[in-house]
């Protein structure tokens, strides 16, 4: 075991290079890119054995990697944002496919207006294509989660593919102290891929992508996907269980930071979630009983697990790092129907949306929602949807607007 | 927690000199977490790298709002206010300008709230090697460090270059250290912000506006000329009217940033405000006319 400094894609290349990968189908794209540059490093220097092939685009790259899952060898690929989408029509496909392969998604804002900068629209777009969905928090998280998904995917009562997801910038190219396990933990905790009828040999054809013409069939197929999938809600805790007892790191389906007898619980994914955290833990040293609550697992949704967590709290401020226009932000959406029917769910649900395009959320933000949330607890009302900006933002952004405006408004013209 | 902030160019190993910080503050027995900044951007546009180190498991993440450390390569970025370089300085902000300029020069011009102290050039410092020089002088500023622990964390960090590199940047980071050695210590961890009694974000609700404002489009033309992209440059092209043979087009059809204009007798100019100091011309010019003159040296002769 070792302890260094690695960014949030070195340790998501750890990962991929201690599950031993197969094969490596690639397309570049910011801010992934790191990930496949380091894992062909070792490829090149013998100390990874994988056949890395570039492809056309994203589209392709899942279509390969799924065509190879399904021959039985195991098959790690990375994308982004854009290329996360491009790829959508096949994330579907081979999770159709049932092919148990390990996507990492680094999250980066969705086009338009195009951005570099991280949110959760990329990653939440592909919420109901069959992938597993693993959230990751911290650079160390991200390597152990790879690894973990790779168990989860192979199991046989699961058999799909897991999307594991990271914040670009935030984890993806900051480096933080990173554990890595020594490769003979590892493969003690990830034995070698036992493909079971997963094979594709000469004289043994196989047909993955099969035509069903009638709803009945096809009803079967797609339903059997969704129980594979509520399956793996067991299936990842057993595996975490195993990990934590290996690595003395447990990842439960929700991180729970001073939630026991908390009052006021934040709710975020990812890693803007640590923000939350220091926010909770300076609340509590002025005497508020407030908790954070993350979900590692969206998909499955752990939604027992998080009805018992938030059983008889005051209030919940869920803070989406992205924005469904029309209906405001997924998690809260998804977090109200979970809670819809449970006798002591909290009463005050709010919601806010920030962290979009990377947009920073400060303490103070954290603690002014804090505050807002008890007050809504006292009147007894849920506060409106709020997005995180202020008035300075605005202004800078009527400066680019009087920028973008200048030549039809002539040399230092008023607004219209 | 230690919060650190570097700001540079990119091509001066900003990013490095962050890296190295890490390192040294991570084998000192910190815990840390290091990051550069920068977009799709190009040599000799602003970047920045940030370091936190705290003896505890750091939790915050992001920019740095409020440095208790901020280091300056390059002087020239004080000119761009989109560099943001000054941001959240304090009081209790030690700034660490990186110029062969009088220290009093900069306290004037400046007018920080809080210390400047300034890292002067070195005799063979090569630009690229500025990562490396600001490096050392931050260390230099910090009781957790020392010029082994320096040291170690740059031959570690450049492992993946020659040994002449490295014994280059490592001499320049000494006598960096060495230059700021009466000072170690200036540098404060700061304690996080108080949840009892915060300074309240002054959030807005937005209005809905029409299509014709809210959508992100620019209707004005050569928006880029507002940005003054030579402050990019480190070292800038100078065309020898003597050698130029009036060819009309060569430095100025490579020009990526077309900043050549070539006048009715031949000759090319260039248009200073906007050379990124690519120097490419320099590279197609056949007859040799065009030199490379570094920028600190041509602004001092401009003076004269």
């Known amino acids: 075991m070792t302890r260094t400094l690695l960014t949030g894609n070195g340790a998501a290349a750890w990962g991929a290079r201690l599950a031993r990968i197969d094969y490596l189908p690639a397309f570049p794209i910011t801010p992934q890119t790191e990930i496949i540059e380091t894992l062909d ?46 790829a959508t ?54 390597l152990d989660s790879v690894l973990i998904a790779f168990r989860l ?42 493909a079971g009828s997963l094979r594709f040999r000469a004289g043994e054809p196989l047909s993955a992508g099969v035509a069903v013409l009638d709803g009945s069939t096809y009803s079967y197929f797609r339903y059997q996907a969704h129980l594979a999938s509520l399956q793996g809600l067991a299936a990842y805790e057993k595996i975490a269980a195993e990990f934590a007892a290996l690595c003395g790191r447990h990842y439960e389906p929700l991180e729970c930071h001073r939630c026991e007898d908390a009052e006021i619980v934040f709710v975020m994914i990812g890693s803007f979630a640590t923000k939350a955290r220091e926010a909770v833990d300076r609340l509590r040293e002025a005497g508020e009983r407030v908790g954070l609550l993350r979900p590692r697992l969206l998909r499955p949704l752990p939604v027992a697990h998080l ?86 933002e605005l202004r800078a952004v009527r400066k680019l607007q009087q920028v973008a405006r200048a030549d039809r408004l002539g040399q230092g013209g008023e607004q219209r | ?34 990051a550069p900044r920068y977009g799709a951007e190009r040599r000799g546009a602003p970047i920045f790298a940030y370091v936190r180190a705290s003896r505890s498991p750091i939790h915050e993440r992001g920019v740095i709002s409020c440095p208790d450390l ?34 009093s020069l900069w306290r004037e011009r400046l007018d920080l709230p809080g210390p400047l102290l300034i890292l002067p050039r070195l005799p063979g410092e090569e630009e690229r090697f500025r990562g490396a020089v600001c490096a050392g002088g931050a260390a230099a500023l910090l009781t957790e460090l020392d010029e082994g622990l320096l040291a170690r964390a740059i031959s570690e960090e450049l492992a993946h270059l ?7 940047s490592l001499g320049l980071a000494r006598a960096a250290h060495a230059a700021l050695a009466g000072e170690r210590g200036i540098v404060r961890q700061e304690e996080p912000i108080s949840a009892a009694g915060y300074k309240t974000p002054a959030w807005l609700t937005l209005a809905c506006e029409e299509a014709a404002v809210s959508a992100p489009a620019i209707h004005a033309a050569a928006t880029s ?29 490579f020009c990526p940033e077309r900043v050549i204009a070539v006048d009715a007798n031949r000759r090319p100019r260039i248009d200073y405000g906007h050379c990124k100091g690519c120097l490419i011309c320099l590279r197609q010019c056949p007859h040799h006319a065009i030199s490379a003159v570094p920028e600190e040296e041509a602004a001092r002769e401009e003076k004269a």
């Not at chain 1, 492809?55 to 990697?65: D, K, Q, R, W």
């Not at chain 1, 049932?98 to 990329?122: F, Q, W, Y």
């Open chain 1, 41 to 86: 490093g070792w490829i090149e220097q013998q100390e990874l054995v994988c056949r890395l092939v570039t492809l056309e685009s994203e589209h392709s790259m899942l279509t390969a990697a799924g065509a190879a899952a399904v021959t039985g060898v195991r098959v790690f690929t990375a994308t982004s944002s854009q290329g996360l989408l491009y």
């Open chain 1, 89 to 142: 029509e096949m994330l579907y496909t081979v999770a159709g496919w049932r092919a148990p392969l390990v996507l990492v998604n680094v999250s980066r804002g969705l086009s338009s207006p195009i951005t570099l900068e991280p949110d959760h629209n990329d990653v939440l777009a592909v919420r109901d294509c069959g992938f597993l969905q693993l959230h990751c928090a911290t650079c160390q998280e991200v």
């Open chain 1, 153 to 194: 995917a192979e199991h046989p009562q699961v058999r799909l593919p897991v999307l594991v997801n990271l914040d670009g910038f935030a984890l993806s190219f900051t480096r933080e102290p990173v554990e890595i396990p020594d490769q003979s933990t590892a493969d003690r905790f990830l034995p070698p891929f036992r």
């Open chain 1, 307 to 392: 009805r018992r967590a938030l059983a008889g709290k005051l209030g919940v401020a869920v803070i989406d790092q992205n924005l469904a226009p029309g209906r405001g932000g997924v998690l809260l959406t998804e977090l109200a129907a979970a809670l819809h029917g449970s006798p002591d769910a909290p009463p005050v649900l709010a919601g806010y949306v920030g962290g979009l395009g990377g947009r920073e959320i400060s303490s103070e933000e954290f603690f002014e929602m804090h505050r807002e949330v008890r007050q809504a607890v006292t009147r007894g009302e849920n506060p409106p949807p709020r997005l995180l900006f202020t008035g300075e």
């Open chain 2, 1 to 34: 927690m230690y919060r650190i902030r570097f700001h540079g160019r990119g091509g001066q190993g900003l990013k490095r000199a962050g890296r190295i910080l890490g390192t040294a503050l991570f084998r000192a027995g910190l815990e840390v977490q290091d």
């Open chain 2, 70 to 103: 901020l280091i300056i390569a390059d002087p020239h970025l004080l000119a761009m206010p989109d560099s943001g370089v000054l941001a959240g300085a304090t009081t209790r902000t030690v700034v660490l300008l990186h110029t062969g300029e009088p220290v």
């Open chain 2, 162 to 168: 020659s040994a002449e590199l490295i014994m280059t």
């Open chain 2, 225 to 253: 000329e507002l940005s003054q992209t030579g402050l990019w440059r480190g070292k800038r092209p100078v065309i020898d009217p003597g050698r130029c043979r009036g060819c009309w087009w060569l430095c100025a059809t």
